[in-house]
């Protein structure tokens, strides 16, 4: 009770307490922020290999056949939801007057059913064609327009205007020679298509770049001498909840049976097979990221011991001034643990005080971030978050709270440590000393 | 002089001024190595920016390109600001390994590589024929065949340490490149009985601007093959673009104007020409400009890092303030002592700003020396850290970074001294004022003594 009394009145007495609570909550709140945007757009890089490419990849070392069969038998496995074959390619598309670039064909096998309603431009609806035989593809919305260089947003009433439009793609097909040496030379061909739909996902260099058509199509055009189909790649979406070492497992033995069973590969072939999720995929970049953030916070970190000084300057200022209170204290018999547990215990609470505002602070920041970048935009013209170089269209505003809570324990022993030297400092007071009347 | 022997007393007998000197110098070190690396790593990539473009750029986004560029070359050519001048074409491609199963696309650059040398460091960025330019598009194992220049990132995977593994002299390797060739209306040229021009290019040697969106897409190749690709050598050639070099004393933003003007007189002089109307898509840039998408996302990174360090500094400013504050608690007597022989408030606030400017100094002084002696030691120290804890700052593997920039600019040097020195007066002017309001009869009166 007294130690509390103490507390308020130290509070109310000398306003200057807050300038460390003040210090304590802009450190928290920056670390947090940092953290947190620094987080959500690793998480959202990590996200977008799954938007991409499904929860689990299947790439066996060469193109294979009847993949309707694998298909088949992996959506028969529990844990599966869904599974389609793609085969890719790169390729020139040639879109207009002038207007050439550089794309990635990708050939799925699930092209109606691939992107969500909030995806695609058209809102899923079937496009009006006239020409039912001919091919139907998406486009990504980077391939086909460019966002406003001031707001980076785009037109999407110009891109409408695309919907519908006849475009040409030129890439590279594999053609077995008709010989017996079975040797393959390569031939360029080319695809007329009608743009069907335009894809936005919000991550850049899957709009930027990607051209989808029916795998039927591209098998057509790149191997033209297969009598059926064949895939690069199988991307498998897992139920939600499924558990992933478990299905990688059982992904594993439905290839091993079907790789034996249906394409009559040996061992060597079926073991050099990579089965992995997503997210193994880019774990190389999400390492380094992270790595990154590492050292940002670790830098911010140490500029934020200011803080602690700052806490040791106030209580050792408060310590000096309040000698007097502490031999009276002392006086009454109180033991030299209960004297520093009043400034330890105030260090605390600056702390737990100056990392709650920072918290909130910092959630603030970052739930409206986006707004604060519009405004920044507004205000002084500078728009600082670009898709083109950072990878999706919004900043990433989800609060990570473990490591808020983790950046708020932090906060709170540094303020602590700031306070244990005052406390000491404190304990040796001398009543016989401070109180003496002279 | 008084107010300087204070200033020494208080910094050297108050240990907590130690404090607030601690503050200041770790904010100082941190800010000096964090922007020295930041600063470094800008303009390197700006030089190499430079560098790759020359100092003007006279060009079209448009892959129909522009015609007339011989007639507009020979006028500038011959000016006394121009050193030199080289027509490129630009476009996209579809590259494939004759003897292999791969393809890619790629951005390729026609250009004549001794007159582009001369505008841009072309002729440094090469391995094989480095300095040799002439030589540039003549592959080593075989020099009648036509030869291509391969960005190094689209060749050669880095290692550990950020090293490309060359072989000793290029191996034979047969490129096919497609390229859409376009009529001057933009539309599709057919090309035989394909939509598509393909040549075949043998590798020659890598290129390594430093640019790693560069180094990982572009393919060169000489600038007649490249007109003929894209379809742009007609009766009436055409191009993307013509960068230029200044001599070097004119200065980039004059040397831009006067570009720009005689190409505002000459597109006069071409109205009414067959295919005047591609010159209106034409724009006269600094390298600044041109590559300005590309500058400005890093420099706007800097910013950032910036007002996040000013924000952490708030903090310093605060340890200042509280410093002061109790230093002038302590010294009141010697204020009242000041006041009582004549010195006035502005005296006393002079003298505590004096020992806040002292503290600034000796503090920035503390932490520049610190910065430099770290970022003397960085390259070493990440060497060191990689060797026995496997850390690097950035991955080689995957970042065009060779060491880590460790030359201190003198320009942004100042500026965090002058911050910190700043923030130190910031902090100080609060209590120094208090100081300066106290009533001697209240300071020295016998009950305070």
Known sequence: MLKLFLWLRYLRKKKIVFLSIAAVALSAALLIVVANLFGGFIDVFEQSAVKAMGDVVLEPPIKFPKYEELIRRLEQVKMVESASATLSADGLLHLGKGDVRGVEI???????TRFSKLERISGNERPPSENEQQVRGFVGIGVVAEPNEQTDEYDFDAVKRVIGQESVLTTGAVIKSQEDSGATTVRRRTIRFTIADVVFTGVYYLDKSFVYLPIEEVQ?????????????????????????????????????????EQLGWEPYLISRTAIVTAKQMQSRYVAEFRKQMRVLLFIFGIVSLSAVLLIFCIFYMIVETRQRDIAII??????????????????????????????????????????????????????????????????????DWNSALFIALSAIIAATVGALIPAIIAVRTRPVNVLRYE | MYKIILSFRYLFKRRVSYLALLAVALCVFIVVVVMTVMTGLVRNFKDNNHKWAGDCVVGTESLVGFPYYEDFIKRIDGTDFVEGVSALVKSYALVKNRNLDWSSSAEIMGIDPVKHSKVTDFDETLHYRKNDAAKAFEPAYAPNLTGCVVGVDKWLMRDEDGKYSYEDSPYEVALLVSCFPLTSKGALAKAGTDLVNTKTFYYSD??????????????????EDAQLLCGMAGPVKRISAIHIKFKPNVKLADGCEKVAALWKKFVEEKKGAEQAGLLDTVKVQSWKDYRREFIAAMEKEQTMLMIMFAL????????????????????????????????????????????????????????????????????????????HFGFQLWDRTMYAIGDIPNAIDLKVLAVIIASAIGACLAGAFLPSRRAAKLEVVETLQVSQL
């Open chain 2, 206 to 223: 890598t290129s390594r601007s430093g640019l790693a969106g560069v180094d990982s897409s572009f393919i060169y190749l000489p600038l």
């Open chain 2, 312 to 387: 952490v500094g708030v903090t310093t400013v605060f340890i200042i303030f509280v410093v002061f504050y109790m230093i002038v608690s302590h010294k009141s007597k010697d204020v009242g002592i000041l006041k009582s022989i004549g010195v006035s408030k502005a005296d006393v606030i002079e003298l505590f700003l004096c020992f806040a400017f002292l503290m600034g100094l000796l503090g920035s002084a503390a932490g520049v020396f610190g910065g430099w002696l770290f970022l003397l030691k960085i390259n070493r120290i990440e060497g060191f850290l990689f060797e």
């Open chain 1, 220 to 260: 057509r055009v790149l191997y033209p001498g297969l009598n059926g189909g064949v895939a690069g790649q199988v991307q498998i979406k897992l139920k939600a909840g499924a558990e992933t070492d478990a299905a990688l497992a059982e992904i594993r033995d439905v290839w091993k049976g079907f790789a034996a």
């Open chain 1, 330 to 399: 002392k006086s009454c018999g109180a033991t030299n643990g209960s004297v520093a547990s009043i400034f330890v215990g105030f260090g605390v609470c600056v702390g737990v005080v100056g990392s709650g505002v920072g918290m909130i602070l910092g959630d603030i920041i970052t739930r409206n971030i986006n707004t604060i970048e519009e405004w920044i935009r507004i205000i002084f013209g500078l728009k600082l978050w670009k898709s083109s170089v950072y990878m999706f269209s919004r900043i990433p505003n989800e609060i």
């Open chain 1, 106 to 112: 990708c050939g799925v096998s699930n092209l109606d």
